[in-house]
């Protein structure tokens, strides 16, 4: 990519995870608002730039991928070698600024490595040395408005925060054949179901969540499952209390139909999880259920979003299941046994009905 000598380049560092990614569009918003001719360029995890794909507001996406424990990894950048030639590239750019929005030791180092004389990041880790601007990064408050006051610490205005992503029309149209060949018309009011968790015992039970889908049913509401191949075999033992009327698409659509599926939605309801996030940016209205982990930070970030979150003397807890608290008879920590049925459904009727009268949201 061509890049004019004089032309400010600006390097943002915040890669991993659909949550964290999507949570990043509105920093990038303002960010180009902004700097309307700064070159641009977003380092990300290949498997997590899914989700951005398309965004306006970035020139080029850089892919970071070390070997990690985490699902979107795929050890590209596997060896000290491979680190070292990434480096280079990366210093070869000649980067003006640098703002590091992961908090970890080696995304700073990774910034002064990248010769940058800007760099702007949260001073967490001791390592604020590496920091040209140094940002307090605070616990009590929202992913998005960290990542916002980063922007604002470094002088920049902030005209908006609410989340977005893009689908093509090949992706629109992929996501509508998949709801005509399970037998909706169109005309349903269609309530997506997220069931799953990257850690089990964080989840819902999905038989609850069976039951769910029987009460909104028998409110002429269409139900399906979403979830990605590794979802399938969890659900596989539970399909049947789902009921035959269930659109189980468990396994059964790519990462970017799913996001063209959300849009198509009149309830989204979930764990905490990526989907979650993404169902916040397609602004449907959503329930959304915490467990051992706090909303504050991860919450979705959405008005529209009704959370459903018990709070114990342990909450939020550092999810060593079960050394930190007993195991329910179904294996779970009391603060997700304690979500129910009821109130799940409650919430999820009462947003519908707030949509039916025009509610608009974020």
């Known amino acids: ?3 004019g000598k004089k032309q400010k380049k600006i390097l943002v560092l915040r890669y991993r995870f659909i949550g964290d990614t999507i949570l990043t ?41 070390p070997v990690t424990i985490h699902a979107d990894s795929r050890g590209k950048h596997r060896t000290l070698s491979d680190k070292i030639v990434f480096i280079r590239e990366l210093r070869a750019r000649r980067f003006t600024k640098v703002y590091v929005l992961k908090r970890s030791f080696s995304s700073a180092i990774m910034a002064w490595l990248s010769g940058a004389r800007e760099r702007i990041g949260f001073n967490t880790e001791g390592r604020g040395f590496l920091l040209t601007k140094r940002v307090p990064y605070r616990n009590d408050r929202h992913e998005v408005e960290n990542f916002l006051a980063v922007l604002r610490a470094d002088g920049v205005a902030v005209a908006d925060d609410h989340l977005e992503y893009w689908t093509t029309s090949e992706e629109d149209a992929a996501a509508a054949k998949l709801l005509a060949d399970a037998g909706l018309t169109g005309e349903e009011r269609v309530v997506a179901f997220h069931p799953f968790a990257s850690i089990q015992e ?43 009327k269930t659109v189980d698409l468990v396994g059964k659509s790519s990462l970017r139909v799913t996001m063209a599926l959300l849009k198509r939605c009149a309830l989204f309801v979930g764990n905490d999880s990526g989907i979650m996030h993404l169902a916040a940016a397609a602004r449907i209205p ?77």
């Open 1 to 3: 990519m061509v890049v």
């Open 25 to 65: 569009v509105p920093f990038l918003r303002n960010l180009r608002l902004a700097e309307p001719d700064a070159h641009i360029a977003w380092v990300v995890a290949p498997g997590t730039a899914e989700v951005v794909k398309g965004i306006p507001y970035v020139d080029e996406l850089i892919h970071w991928d």
């Open 202 to 244: 964080r989840g819902w039970h999905l038989e609850d969540f069976a039951l769910l889908a029987a009460r909104f049913r028998e409110e002429g509401l269409a139900v399906l499952v979403l979830g990605a191949p590794a979802d399938y075999p969890a659900f596989e033992g539970v399909r049947e209390m789902f009921g035959p």
């Open 286 to 362: 959503m329930v959304a259920m915490f467990g051992p982990q706090s909303p504050v930070k991860f919450g979705p970030w959405s008005d529209r979003a009704a959370v459903i979150y018990k709070k114990f003397a342990c909450s939020p807890c550092r999810q060593k299941f079960f050394t930190e608290c007993a195991s329910s008879p179904r294996k779970k920590p009391a603060c997700v046994e304690a979500i129910t049925v009821d109130e799940v459904f409650g919430e999820g009727m009462r947003l519908l009905n707030l949509n039916q009268e025009g509610t608009h949201g974020k």
